[in-house]
Every structure is written in structure tokens, then in C-alpha cells.
């Protein structure tokens, strides 16, 4: 019985592929989600893998299990999944996490990142890379409630996470600013996810 309501769900999926000819995980197929509680409530950021378990087994045949990567603050959300793989096998795992509803603009929201070295086996402690202000749901000009016909719409915020050759980590989102608008914010990291650019 899967959707909103009385139930769980599973819901913003999201895929990476490692193609890295350095990667000991080379083949492998990544799929993030996030798991909601009944009415929306509690939710958990989930992974499985597929493939990419050694030379000669690149190809995807059969996914793991799901296993939870991360859960939230007492009280707080976390969603919008977002994983890139680095050049050496390196997972990296960029989500959103916030208290106060879908479209809060509490300025503790953040975006966050986990990384695995072992093939999403294990995860570092999650990193706040920044706070940000969530885009308003439905975003203005204001109906009565999202998809109501009269120019509201839903929105979300979402984080996107790249890697590239050199290994550089590379991570945008889009941000309510001077409660007008809303612009897309880059930051990078050099060091593996240790720090962040500005």
C-alpha cells in the first residue's frame, strides 16, 4: 500500500553510475531515495547498489537491499538524494534537510553531504555544507494551495552533486534570497569533501 496516507513511501529517486576506469567499483549502478512517514512525517535518505563488485562483474544484475544512509534532527525532514561518483570509486551523497514543513525558509535548513569510500557500505558523519533559505511552496504569486489554478505551483529545493576527473566535488542548489526571489548557488570542494568554497 504504497503513497501518502496511513502508509510509508518511497519517493525522489535519484541515479549514479561509477565509470571511472580507477574505480574499484567501476560498473556500479547507485539509486538514492527518500523513505516518508505516513502524511509525509519522519523521513530517511535510503541506498542501493548494483554491479560493480569486481573485475568481470561490472555488470548490474540484481540490487541490494535498501539500507538507510541518513535520518534527521528530531523533528526535521531530510530529501531531494542527490549522489556522484568520484574518479577513484568515491561515493558522494548531496541532500537537503530542514524542520518546519516542505518549503520552511527556517534559516537552519541546510544542504548537506555524506561520502563513502567503500562503495556505499559505509558513509562519513553527514556534513553541513551550508544553511540556506528554502524557495516558498507554492512559490508566489500566491493561490489558495499548490496546483490550484490560480499560478501557484509547487516548488522544492533541491541539491545536484558532480565529481570531475580531478576529483574536485561540485555542488548547487537553488536558494530564496531577500524574500523576492530565488537564485542557484554554487560551492566546490578540493579536498574530498572536507571544506567548501564560499
Known amino acids: 500500500e504504497v503513497g501518502p496516507g496511513n502508509s510509508n513511501f518511497d519517493d525522489k529517486q535519484w541515479m549514479a553510475v561509477d565509470n571511472s576506469l580507477f574505480s574499484p567499483f567501476l560498473g556500479r549502478v547507485y539509486v538514492t531515495w527518500t523513505k516518508f512517514g505516513a502524511q509525509g512525517g519522519q523521513s530517511s535518505i535510503w541506498i542501493s547498489h548494483c554491479g560493480g563488485d569486481g573485475p568481470g562483474q561490472e555488470v548490474c544484475e540484481e540490487f541490494s537491499d535498501g539500507t538507510v544512509v541518513n535520518k534527521p534532527v528530531a523533528g ?40 563513502s569510500t567503500d562503495g556505499g557500505q559505509t558513509f562519513t558523519e553527514p556534513l553541513r555544507v551550508t544553511t540556506i533559505r528554502q524557495i516558498p ?14 499560478n501557484s505551483f509547487r516548488t522544492g529545493t533541491a541539491p545536484g552533486v558532480a565529481v570531475t576527473a580531478d576529483g574536485a566535488v561540485h555542488l548547487v542548489w537553488g536558494e530564496w534570497v531577500n524574500s523576492t526571489q530565488a537564485e542557484v548557488r554554487y560551492v566546490r570542494s578540493v579536498d574530498g569533501g572536507a571544506t567548501w568554497s564560499t
Do not use: C
Not at 88 to 105: D, N, V
Open 76 to 115: 526535521g525532514l531530510v530529501q531531494e538524494s542527490f549522489p556522484a561518483t568520484g574518479p577513484e570509486g568515491e561515493l558522494y551523497i548531496a541532500f537537503m534537510q530542514f524542520q518546519g514543513g516542505f518549503g520552511s525558509t527556517r534559516p537552519h535548513s541546510g544542504i548537506w553531504i555524506i561520502k
Open 137 to 150: 511552496s507554492p512559490i508566489p504569486p500566491v493561490g489558495f494551495a499548490a496546483n490550484d489554478g490560480s
